[in-house]
């Protein structure tokens, strides 16, 4: 794995244009779907998605080629003046990770969202195709542009494109959690744009490799760095901003849901890792990121238990996605190296990047497969998915194989990404995170393995389906599923020989074993399913005291989380957690 | 003490009045409201630095005014979105409340 | 103490108190109404920050529509507001998060105090290049050449909001008009004023798009004005509403964005970079820009006011 290094031209490189076209394409597609209308937004959507990937793919190509950030300049005005876009290699997996994803999400629902034969238009329909492509739109903007300003407006773009998604069934709770979603991620953009104020206020210039040289420790970087960092957290859900997530994930459509948790939320990780690697590496210090890191292990481990105790598919897939975007800022006290010195682009951003790919396609993936169950039975409820994998193998493989990338099982993405974080761990000395990154896959186990034993317990008869779903549904989906599991083979650049071992080999199977027996024993605690015997609810007149005691664990988890979601609670500590953020930069050590 | 700085105190009180307007009003139109004031707020800590800016017969420097604008913009299709979510929430659900339904037992839709 | 610092100072004053009165009122649609006052007065503070245009632009969509589009949802929520007001947090919460907001604004009072003099400023540069656009207007030349990208995904972020509220329409209205059918009071005074305004104002919208190009005022503020005569009429009842499903409709939604874009395709070719403009054609060619565009902005903003489709598109 082997993102480039910062060198970055300060002219329109060959090759510039394409970041054009790909910024562009979306959008054209978008006023294409307006002006045309109709059936015609799917089919504007099914030509311009595969256009895009075309796109993507020659940007990485170029990239490798040329051997540095490619950049274009605006207008041919140069920065401060003018506005640049930039394509590392972080933007260019991200570009061609969010057109895979799209492409997957667009066969997978090409039956889901047809508009009827007697219309001309249908609301639904209609919205989907073009909402996608403009999510597409907004994530290549915020992916490629190169100042403040234009990624606010890009942060907006997708919250617009993002929000509709979420309500797109009308149903009143799904509306609720739409507004719920757009006004905290409102709140996290003032405070963004806040923090762009105080820089260019300070600095001059909103362009990011220019601010990265003018950019000196003191109060202005540290309240800016500060608010912006708690605003794109509110943003991107991590633990304890979470409240909107769950139910906007699980509320909408699963084809929406793919694209909410696999790239949406992804688009303010991004630029988390922009503002701490790029603008700020002089200026955050390794205790703020350990605050960062402390926070995605909460998230794994309450994300994690939580959706052990839902009885609902989809919310347990969506708080799955709470807990694996807590997996995405351990990359951050790693990227510090043993003398503090740091952000620095190595292995922990490395690893970072391969989670996030890994995580965007594995989700998707398992999404996907909750929507098609949820299709086939008319209902989502776990004690009732007996017999499903008979009557749905595919699926049911699908969801396994996601289960399995998350896991980290060798060769997914995840496996490999947690190869280099450990390795950035033993080279930073800071073995803590060894541990969370041991320990999180058995929680990710627990789950996985909650859902699997439902489905593949027996029915004395065959299961009743109310629909038949889509032969290119379930492939799409199990594409998207085993393109996670086997990333590591994928993986951008060369990769050691060493870090990709065999599933067979004595270490890695025994690894899995117990994770997967971890996991067990997790959601035997604390899930509300009985795992073992009939499925019949346990009365609790014979449980133990073990099982009591864990029980009241489990709903103390979920006691907490509802605590933690109510508005002024998580608006509050929004604010606790810049206050944080900026105290840890004003006392931490400096680097 | 000039003017560009008095604006400025005003803008970080504005951001402040908005912000404890945003956590502790619980009707979301309130919220919105709120959320326009923490809007205008950091808008004129622009429009301080640009005056700050000032040079070469020029009232402020151009760039953040430009950017104020657009910002203005953008905050006013946000409004519009949140409030037509609000009020489709309304006839649809019957209140308009961010709470979610606490359904006794496991935790459902919330 | 002199008088300009006075003026600022009760501006300050003022500006805060209906800031803080907004918050705290207890019935909503007074607190909306107040919110349309401050926005008015934010635009005077505006211009005594020597930021015309922003003053323009904050008393057109800041205060003007952003108070219209509140002020009918606050009638529309009136029956739930008691409702919900119940569920006000108690002391002790309120009482924290008046120390965090307080400690937010303490810091920004101070980083703001602090930051560099003398202050860093992109004047200098904007001065040495804006020659090459044709126009007097420092903030127009910023917002069409310089950063014409920004514009350009502003453009977008309109309809891509237009889209989103379109989305929240219920399914079997699809298609149709926009919020509610206004009845025509003949003889009362919102349909004489339907009447004689929006000549008036179709006037001043092109008089501000016009020259802005040299002076404060631009393609925001007239197409503003624009979308406010247009809604004006609706309101008085003097016109319905177009249907969303209408071809010239989503055409006209769209326009400023596409010319936008071809312009800046064909900069590529004639001037070397996407969005560049070839030499001396620079005027003419933002002129095209900004007429199309306020066309566009004056169609969305008024649609985004409106809502989603409440009704079926026959009249």
């Known amino acids: 794995m082997n993102t480039l290094p910062p060198v970055i031209p300060e002219a329109t490189t060959a090759g510039g ?10 959008l054209i597609g978008v006023f294409a779907a307006l002006i045309l209308g109709g059936r015609n937004a799917r089919r504007v959507a099914m030509l311009a998605i595969p256009a ?18 490619l950049v274009y300049l605006l207008g041919g005005w140069a920065p401060p003046l003018g506005i640049a876009l930039r394509a590392d290699g972080l933007s260019a997996a991200m570009m061609l990770t969010t057109a895979v994803v799209l492409l997957a999400v667009a066969l997978f629902a090409r039956g889901d969202f047809q508009t009827p034969a007697n219309a001309r238009e249908a609301r639904a329909p209609f919205m989907f195709w073009t909402l996608l492509m403009a999510v597409w739109g907004a994530l290549n903007a915020v992916f490629l542009a190169g100042d403040l300003f234009t990624l606010y407006v890009a942060l907006e773009l997708l919250t617009f494109a993002g929000v509709p998604l979420v309500s797109l069934e009308g149903r009143p709770d799904t509306l609720q959690a739409a507004l719920r979603y757009l006004l905290f991620a409102l709140f996290g953009s003032v405070l963004y744009m806040l923090g762009a104020v105080l820089l260019y206020g300070a600095y001059g210039t909103l362009d990011i490799a220019l601010l990265a040289g003018r950019v000196r420790p003191g109060p202005v970087a540290f309240a800016a760095t500060a608010l912006m960092t708690a605003g794109l957290l509110a943003k991107t859900a991590l633990f304890p901003l979470h409240l909107w997530l769950p139910p906007a994930h699980a509320g909408a459509p699963a084809a929406a849901s793919a694209v909410l948790s696999a790239l949406v939320v992804k688009g303010s990780w991004f630029l988390v890792v922009r503002l701490w690697f790029d603008v700020m590496p ?25 959706a052990l105790r839902q009885e609902r598919l989809k919310l347990l897939v969506a708080y799955s996605t709470m807990a694996q975007i807590g997996y995405l800022f351990i990359m951050f006290p790693l990227a510090f190296d043993s003398a503090g010195n740091g952000p620095v682009y190595g292995a922990a951003l490395g690893g970072g990047l391969l989670q996030v790919v890994s995580h965007a396609t594995a989700k998707a993936g398992m999404f996907m497969a909750a929507g098609l169950i949820y299709a086939a039975l008319g209902h989502d409820r776990i004690a009732d998915l007996a017999g499903v994998a008979r009557a749905m193998p595919v699926t049911v493989l699908t969801f396994a194989l996601a289960g399995l990338a998350l896991m980290g099982v060798v060769p997914s993405g995840a496996y490999l990404a947690k190869k280099l974080m450990l390795d950035a761990a033993d080279g930073s000395g800071q073995w803590w995170w060894v541990i969370v990154l041991q320990g999180g896959a058995v929680f990710t186990a627990g789950y996985v393995v909650l859902v699997l034993v439902s489905v593949l317990r027996r029915r004395s008869d065959p299961i009743p389906l109310v629909a038949r779903v889509s032969r290119l549904s379930e492939f799409a989906a199990l594409g998207l599923s085993t393109t996670s599991l086997l990333l590591a083979f994928a993986a951008l650049g060369p990769v050691p020989g060493n870090l990709v071992s065999t599933p067979l080999a004595p270490k890695e199977l025994g690894t899995f074993l117990a994770v997967v027996l971890g996991g067990a024993l997790l959601a035997l605690g604390l899930s509300r399913q009985p795992l073992l015997g009939t499925a019949r609810l346990d009365t609790g007149a014979n449980e133990g005291p073990l099982r009591r005691s864990v029980a009241a664990v489990g709903e103390t988890f979920e006691l907490a989380d509802r605590l933690i979601r109510r508005w002024q609670f ?16 004003v006392f931490g050590s400096p680097t | 003490m000039n003017g560009a700085a008095l604006f400025g105190l005003c803008g970080a009180a504005l951001v402040g009045i908005g912000i404890y307007g945003l956590i502790v009003n619980p009707q979301p139109l309130r919220k919105i409201l709120s959320f326009n004031l923490i809007g205008s707020g950091v808008f004129l800590l622009f429009g301080v630095v640009a005056r700050r800016g000032a040079a070469l017969g020029m009232g402020g420097d151009p760039v953040p005014q430009a950017l104020v604008i657009t910002g203005i913009v953008v905050a ?11 009020l489709r929430l309304q006839e649809t659900g019957g209140s308009a409340t961010l709470v979610p339904p606490e359904s006794a037992g496991p935790s459902d839709a919330s | 103490m002199n008088m300009a610092l006075l003026v600022d100072g009760s501006l300050v004053v003022l500006i805060l108190a209906v800031a803080i009165w907004t918050i705290a009122v207890r019935d909503s649609f007074a607190a909306v109404v107040g919110y349309a006052i401050y926005g008015l007065m934010l635009a005077l503070a505006w211009v005594r920050l020597a930021a015309i245009d922003a003053a323009l632009t904050e008393a057109a969509i800041g205060g003007g529509l952003t108070g219209v589009l509140l002020i009918r949802a606050a009638v529309r929520l009136r029956p739930t507001e008691s409702v919900v007001a119940g569920e006000m947090p108690g002391r002790f919460v309120k009482a924290l998060a008046a120390v965090l907001a307080g400690t937010v604004s303490a810091a920004l009072a101070v980083v703001v105090l602090s930051l560099p003099v003398p202050a860093p400023t992109l004047a200098p540069q904007v001065a040495e290049h804006i020659a090459s656009t044709g126009l007097g207007n420092a903030v127009t030349a910023v917002l069409l050449s310089f950063r014409a990208t920004d514009t350009l995904l502003e453009a977008v972020v309109l309809v891509f909001a237009l889209i989103a509220v379109w989305s929240l329409a219920p399914d079997h209205f699809w298609g149709g008009r926009p919020g509610l059918r206004y009845d025509l009071e003949a003889n009362g005074m919102l349909a004489y004023l339907a009447r004689l305004l929006p000549p008036l104002g179709i006037i001043v919208a092109i008089y501000v798009f016009w020259v802005g190009a040299d002076l404060p005022g631009g393609k925001f503020q007239a197409g503003t004005l624009l979308a406010a005569m247009w809604l004006l009429t609706i309101m008085a009842g003097l016109n319905d509403a177009p249907p969303v499903s209408r071809g010239w409709l989503r055409v006209a939604l769209v326009a400023g964005s596409m010319v936008f874009l071809a312009i800046g395709f064909a900069g590529v070719p004639l001037a070397g970079a996407f969005l560049a403009y070839p030499e001396g054609y620079a005027k003419p060619l933002i002129l095209i820009i900004e007429a199309a565009s306020m066309l566009s902005i004056a169609v969305t903003l008024a649609l985004l006011v409106l809502g989603p489709p409440e009704r079926g598109a026959q009249p």
Do not use: C, D, K, R
């Open chain 1, 17 to 26: 244009l394409l970041l054009v076209l790909l910024l562009v394409l979306p």
């Open chain 1, 52 to 69: 895009g990937l075309a796109l993507a793919v020659a940007i990485g190509i170029e990239l490798v080629q040329s051997g540095h950030t």
């Open chain 1, 282 to 306: 002089g200026v955050v210090t390794p205790s703020a990121a350990q605050l960062l890191g402390l926070l995605g292990t909460a998230a794994i481990v309450v994300g994690s238990v939580v």
């Open chain 1, 570 to 585: 998580a608006s509050i500590n929004l604010l606790v957690l810049a206050a944080l953020v900026g105290g840890l930069l």
């Open chain 2, 76 to 86: 006013f299709s946000a409004t519009a979105l949140a409030v037509a979510l609000l």
